[in-house]
């Protein structure tokens, strides 16, 4: 009776799972057809060509595969879009918004979710979804220690690298304290993005995780702590800032501009949150040959970037087509390629089948590229609402 009664719950299960599945096909066909012919509008940071060419790419793709117009609205700085949805949501513009699509993480993130500006959940309707690491890269699916909740899609993983020129410099500081050290031997030869550039503000808590007190202070919402928490990286900033490039009283505005003065011998290090970007800024021309990658001794601040839809959106059923795409095997491998993007992909190589895995498995690693070993321990992002306050003490004592 028992053996009757398991087979029984067992043929009940295989039965449910397969209704359960042909449900989930049937209503992703059903978002297939309404996203067809639809234009979407993706607002993503435009500042790099590695960047822009890749969101090129898809945008052909999908027009391709599913007939869905990609157009990509280049912005500056996130916080744009999420003020255009906020201005919309005040004006009472609560369907047919103008932001189809934003590619997000950290404090514009918490704040779309804070004030409800975002739609979902949405990612568990995303048959790629399933691909996702989400138990070995938990940072899929916690954003600057904030839960996602379903309401962002992750398409690709970042990790803080320091680049140097080996025929300049052959052995790079390796702590913020040996940074230090190396600006007051070499003058004029250290320096970083001017926040609120996310490349000039991650150097920021980069430093801080090394000279805070309890670095598990930063895992949780910055309050009345603030000002002790942060203390040791104002006084290693007065001391750094008379040994900076032109002595601290102009910076370079974006990583990329940084990235130049390395290329054209002004300073000594530069820094990305692109594994791959040092091997593809080599390939452009944009670096010398002799560019190399390194991270720091005790681990650098890795996340996941994600994509999100505003709780407005006029084109919802297009954007989880993109957010489903940018998931695919296909597209995950490209932006993996160290001649395309070279990003770590935010998948599972053992939920994948032996024919997409073949494709990163056949992806050249870039000259300047660090192994997945060599890239060590990675630190995760601060709350985010330290990077808010730690932007605007910076610009306090050290902006003009």
Known sequence: MRRLLAVFVTLSMLVFGQAAAQDADAQWQAVLDKARG?????????GGDVYNNYIDWIAGRVAEEYGVTLRHVKLGDTAEAVRKVLAERSAGRATDGSVDLIWI??????????NALLYGPFTDRLPNFKLVDT??????????????????????????????DTAVLPDPPKSIAAILEHAKAHPGRITYPAPPDFTGTTFLKQALYELVENPVDLLSPAGENFDAVTAPLWAYLDELTPYLWREGRDYPKTGTAQRQLLNDGAVDLTYSFNIGEASSAIAEGLLPDTARTYVLDEGTIGNTHFVAIPFNAAHKDGAMVVANFLLSPEAQARKAHPEIWGEQTVLSMGRLSDEDRSLFEALPRGVATLSDPELGKTLPEPHSSWMVLIEEAWLKRYGS
Do not use: C, I, Y
């Not at 940072?139 to 690709?156: Q, R």
């Open 38 to 46: 639809q234009e979407v509008f993706w607002n993503a940071w435009g």
């Open 105 to 114: 993480n950290g404090e514009n993130f918490k704040t779309m979710k804070d």
């Open 135 to 164: 138990d070995e890269k938990p940072t899929t699916v916690l954003d600057f220690t904030v839960p996602t909740d379903g309401l962002e899609s992750p398409w690709g993983m970042a990790k803080l690298v320091f680049v140097h």
